[in-house]
């Protein structure tokens, strides 16, 4: 059973979605691991990457490999986390951040919680928990559990940090044709929907790196960069929250019934109709 199987509204569950970093502490009941580990299957990126995903839970790793797995204290109280690798490509990132956030989307609609780890984990004993081969690499995990009604002091000074409950305006997030005319809710017509569960997804620290410019029915994403964010992580987490962007526009565009497909169409021509932003390059169209 695949994700896109399940008869459930993946908008809805894109405005319910918050980042849990405090659970509480039991184990995940049979019925919904197993339905976490059928929906590993739909592991498939757009850019044709594949995703491995396993369920581990802390106390097993720990007690049957010696393995500790640990947050530095972001995440309290959770026993299971979601580990997920991919090989090495051309965009494989947005092809990780894109499976990952369908998974999360799914658990979200069980009554789980997760929260997008990019940095704030031991990569080392989470590589061992799930066995990192030659040319995998894993760029983000996940908690999932059942979430706890307290937040813990952490929590909460982080979501106030990351400025959590804010997002960036339309203006500053869409754009008709080109980057200097911002596209409003009324001229995006049957697709201000899909476009603002885009403005509303996770990423990175809030940055919200995603630019999207509407042209004749089609959508052009592109990525601006945050100056020298997340250098220090070893990978272009920015690129994962494309693919983030790109679930949230996809799903949102099926379920509405809404056509389309992914493809790369901006040609050197096409690019040099409009005036690109400085740290701004183009990922990705649908159309």
Not at 265 to 281: R, V
Request: glycine share 8%; aromatic share 10%.
């Amino acid at each position: 059973m695949s994700v896109e199987e399940v008869h459930i509204s993946m908008i809805q569950q894109m405005k319910r979605r918050i980042s849990v970093r405090t659970y509480q502490e039991k184990f995940l009941a049979p019925e919904l691991r197993e339905k976490i580990n059928l929906a590993f299957r739909d592991n498939l990126g757009p850019f044709g990457g594949t995703v491995r995903f396993e369920l581990i839970e802390r106390e097993r790793a720990q007690e049957d490999a010696n393995v500790k797995l640990g947050t530095y204290g972001v995440i309290k109280g959770a026993s299971s986390y979601i580990v997920a690798v991919i090989q090495e490509g051309s965009r494989d990132l947005e092809d990780f951040g894109y499976v990952l956030e369908k998974l999360i989307l799914y658990a979200t609609s069980l009554g789980l919680g997760t929260c997008w780890l990019g940095g704030t984990y031991k990569k080392t004993e989470f590589s061992k928990a799930i066995g990192l081969k030659g040319q995998e690499i894993m760029p983000c995990i996940t908690p999932i559990g059942y979430p706890s009604q307290k937040r813990s002091l952490l929590e909460s000074a982080m979501r106030l940090a990351a400025g959590s409950k804010n997002r960036k305006p339309w203006k500053d997030l869409f754009f008709n044709q080109d980057f200097e005319q911002p596209l409003t809710e009324l001229e995006a017509d049957k697709y201000a929907t899909p476009l603002e569960t885009v403005r509303i997804a996770p990423s990175a620290s809030n940055k919200q790196p995603w630019r999207i410019i509407m042209d004749q029915g089609k959508f052009h994403f592109y990525l601006q960069y945050a100056k020298d964010y997340g250098k220090m992580l070893g990978f272009d987490i920015q690129r994962v929250d494309m693919g983030i962007a790109m679930c949230h526009f996809e799903l949102a565009v099926k379920e509405l019934g809404l056509s389309g497909k992914w493809q790369i169409t901006e040609s050197s021509a096409e690019a040099e109709k409009i005036n690109i932003p400085p740290n701004t390059k183009y990922i990705v169209s649908w159309g």
